[in-house]
């Protein structure tokens, strides 16, 4: 599932050669190494809060060979310059977020996004009664989430973007929301 969650974000997104892409809490970098491949020449860069991820995901591109500018980094404060980006993924990060966080870091992603440029969101889905969803909660110890990704919307109308999608595709418990600067 953890493939397929990686490719159907790149593809979602969805991410073009010469694309200039930031993923948003990177971790380890899988999503980030998917994204090079498909950006090609493009300019592939990965922030995560912590340096043990970072440096993970710097050792898995060399080993292959694959330029991607990896830092340790904060969604609220990104170091790259206003409209620098075409695309802008986050993969299973949005949860751990406080709402004031969630504004803030939105509202950085929408300044280094291009005037065009796209957001992919991956993140659990509001919780809902079904046994496969507390199956799976119980498995992942996500015990304190309230929201889903579908309540990002409001988030992302107030900051500016356009487009607002949540998207039909899913795997188990995790969706998808495009929006377009």
Do not use: W
Request: charged share 25%; glycine share 8%.
């Amino acid at each position: 599932q953890a493939r397929r969650l990686r490719k159907m974000t790149v593809d979602l997104a969805p991410i073009r050669p010469g694309d200039n892409v930031l993923d948003v809490g990177c971790g380890t970098g899988e999503v980030t190494l998917l994204a090079k491949t498909r950006a090609k020449q493009g300019n592939l860069y990965g922030i995560d809060p912590a340096p043990e991820m970072v440096a993970v995901a710097r050792k898995k591109a060399a080993r292959k060979r694959l330029e991607i500018d990896f830092r340790v980094g904060v969604i609220e404060a990104l170091p790259f310059p206003d409209s620098s980006m075409d695309v802008v993924t986050s993969s299973l990060m949005m949860h751990h977020l406080p709402e004031n966080l969630k504004v803030r870091g939105l509202a950085e992603i929408y300044r280094v996004l291009k005037p065009g440029g796209r957001l992919l969101i991956a993140d659990f889905l509001r919780p809902t009664g079904s046994f496969l969803h507390h199956l799976y909660t119980a498995f992942t110890r996500h015990h304190g989430l309230r929201s889903g990704v579908e309540d990002l919307q409001g988030i992302l109308k107030n900051t500016g973007f356009s487009q607002i999608d949540q998207l039909e595709e899913k795997i188990l418990t995790i969706g998808f929301v495009r929006a377009v600067k």
